[in-house]
């Protein structure tokens, strides 16, 4: 049996996508910037003045057509970056109130298809030897104090990585963990695509 896997990998060849070198292969609609220009209903309030604000989008659809997706997977903002953590960058995640989705695609990132660990990204399970802390969910009571500890005790320079809608805004599940302010990297999307949190991570280190 593991004759054939091994035939089928020399027959498929390589798999891992071109990034940073080319666009995913195929880049899903949902989630990606939506585009229109009328006011129309949305239960995050994502949309205003005709404008739409990835940070509070669901990815729900009940805009369209007013709005529609397109396929573009920068729906991220990089506020701060730091050049000096190219070479190794390590993530230490926290689910402050998760549904389990950004969590899944954030693993993603170091699967065989995107190997994030060939652009010197890695994960680590302490705050202590960690460049970024990415947070995911809404604010639930009994994570508030680990919030507080873990960046507490995360060494200079350090990121704060908001990933998702619920971390970003609170969507519509509750009140995000902290101030859209106090966030260096914000990544939307419910839950954001790999491609896009591989790249905004990169680019959080200036690339
Ligand atoms: S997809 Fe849903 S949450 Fe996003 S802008 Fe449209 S209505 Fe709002
Ligand atoms: S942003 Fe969406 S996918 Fe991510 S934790 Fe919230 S509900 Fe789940």
Redesign the pocket.
Request: with cysteine; net charge negative.
């Given at each position: 049996m593991s004759n054939f896997w091994f035939g089928e990998g020399l027959r498929k060849g390589r798999k891992t996508e071109r990034f940073p070198h080319a666009p995913p292969e195929e880049p899903p609609l949902w989630p990606s910037v939506l585009e229109g220009s009328t006011d129309t209903f949305c239960p995050t309030d994502a949309i205003k003045d005709g404008k739409w604000d990835s940070g509070k989008c669901?990815?729900c659809r009940l805009c369209m057509p007013e709005f529609r997706p397109t396929g573009k997977q920068d729906t991220f903002l990089i506020k701060k970056t730091e050049p000096a953590l190219k070479k190794s960058f390590y993530l230490y995640k926290l689910?402050t109130?998760?549904?389990?989705?950004?969590?899944i695609?954030l693993g993603t990132i170091f699967d065989p298809q995107y190997d994030a660990n060939r652009l010197n990204i890695f994960i680590t399970s302490s705050p202590r030897h960690a460049d970024a802390i990415v947070v995911?969910?809404?604010q639930t009571e009994g994570m508030k104090e680990a919030l507080k500890n873990a960046y507490e005790a995360m060494p200079e320079p350090k990121l704060i990585i908001s990933?998702?809608?619920?971390?970003?805004s609170g969507?519509?599940?509750g009140d995000s963990p902290m101030s859209r302010d106090e966030y260096h990297i914000e990544i939307a999307?419910?839950?954001?695509s790999p491609y896009t949190i591989l790249e905004a991570i990169a680019k959080a280190r200036g690339e």
């Open positions: 669901i990815s689910d109130g998760a549904c389990g989705a950004c969590n695609e995911m969910g809404i990933l998702g809608t619920c971390a970003i969507g519509i599940l999307g419910c839950p954001p």
